[in-house]
C-alpha cells in the first residue's frame, strides 16, 4: 500500500501551490482519497476528500472556495490545487485512503496514511 504525498513547500501568501498523491498497492475503489493537515501544536484536520464512486467532493470549511481536489484514474493520482494559500495554512499535508468509498465524508475512518509534505506560507 502505497499514499506517495509531494508538492509541498515554501510559498507566499497569496500564492498557489499543488500538491499530488500517488495512489497504488490497493484497490482505491472501496476507498475515498481525503487530504488532511497538522499544524505545529494542532490536532490532524480533514479539509478534503474525493468520491471513488462518482467523483464528488467535501471541502472543510477553512478551505472552502480555495482548494480544490482532482482525481487522474489513469495515473492513479489525486492532486489538491492550493490557491490564495494564507500564513494559516502552514502545516504538514498527507493523503490517505477514507472509509467512505460512495460519498466521501472527512469523518471517515482512515484506512491507510500516506507520509506528510509541508507546505509553509510566509512573506
Known amino acids: 500500500v502505497q499514499l506517495q504525498a509531494s508538492g509541498g513547500g515554501l510559498v507566499q501568501p497569496g500564492n498557489s501551490l499543488r500538491l499530488s498523491c500517488a495512489v497504488s498497492?490497493?484497490?482505491?475503489?472501496?476507498?475515498?482519497i481525503a487530504w488532511f493537515r497538522q499544524a505545529p501544536g494542532s490536532e490532524r484536520e480533514g479539509i478534503s476528500c474525493?468520491?471513488?464512486?462518482?467523483?464528488?467532493?467535501t471541502y472543510a470549511e477553512s478551505v472552502k472556495g480555495r482548494f480544490s481536489i482532482s482525481e487522474d484514474k489513469a495515473k492513479k493520482r489525486v492532486t489538491l490545487q492550493m490557491n490564495n494559500l494564507k500564513p494559516e495554512d502552514t502545516a504538514v499535508y498527507y493523503c490517505?485512503?477514507?472509509?467512505?468509498?460512495?460519498?466521501?465524508?472527512?469523518?471517515?475512518?482512515?484506512?491507510?496514511w500516506g507520509q506528510g509534505t509541508q507546505v509553509t506560507v510566509s512573506s
Open positions: 498497492g490497493f484497490n482505491s475503489d472501496f476507498y475515498a
Open positions: 490517505a485512503a477514507i472509509r467512505s468509498p460512495l460519498v466521501c465524508s472527512l469523518g471517515a475512518d482512515v484506512a491507510f
Open positions: 474525493i468520491s471513488q464512486n462518482d467523483g464528488s467532493t
